[in-house]
């Protein structure tokens, strides 16, 4: 499969704190993904742009992270017929978080995010990375390394608690 099939996309310069994680973890399941900038806000014509653009350039799985009034997901989601996966961000300042996750979550009937956690990025990439995982066995058999050092980390954990 082409390289680029996962589009990140934030609101700000200033999400890509949180925003990194969702690129890190995927580069760690080799699928280099194209990360930029688009603002709901500041930038709609470009945000109309990407999103009508992206399954003709390769996209496959779109996560968008965006905080306070985040619109851009739900936004992005409304004009693509590819998965999009949000990341409510938390600013600096907002309201706990809370104006971030439900502005991702509350999709009306049609127009599905699958929203992941406050500063979620790192499950987002996961996520993408299996959406993408179940057409492509490489990237499945990494997910599937991925998840076996998880278990063992656990269950050394356990020998080092109950020692
Ligand atoms: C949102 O507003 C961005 O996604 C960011 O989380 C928040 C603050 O943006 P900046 O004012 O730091 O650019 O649009």
């Known amino acids: 499969m082409s390289d680029l099939q996962v ?5 700000s310069k200033s999400d890509l704190p949180v925003m990194k994680e969702a690129a890190a973890v995927l580069k760690e399941l080799g699928i280099e993904p194209e990360v930029t900038v688009v603002s709901a806000h500041r930038t709609p014509h470009r945000m109309v742009e990407y999103a009508e653009s992206a399954r ?3 996209i496959k799985v779109i996560i ?5 009034a985040a619109h851009l997901p739900g936004m992005v989601a409304s004009l693509t017929t590819l998965p999009v996966i949000g990341v409510p961000v938390k600013s600096s300042n907002s309201i706990d978080g809370w104006d971030s996750v439900l502005s991702i979550l509350q999709m009306p009937g049609g127009i599905p995010v699958a929203t992941v956690a406050l500063n979620g990025a790192k499950n987002a990439g996961i996520l993408a990375a299996e ?6 066995e490489g990237v499945a058999d990494r997910l599937a390394q991925f ?7 656990v269950m050394n954990s356990i020998e080092d608690v109950e020692k």
């Open 131 to 136: 959406i993408i995982g179940a057409f492509d």
């Open 147 to 153: 998840k076996e050092e998880l278990r063992e980390k």
């Open 64 to 68: 968008a992270g965006a905080g306070g």
């Open 7 to 11: 589009g990140i996309i934030m609101g």
């Open 56 to 58: 003709s350039r390769g």
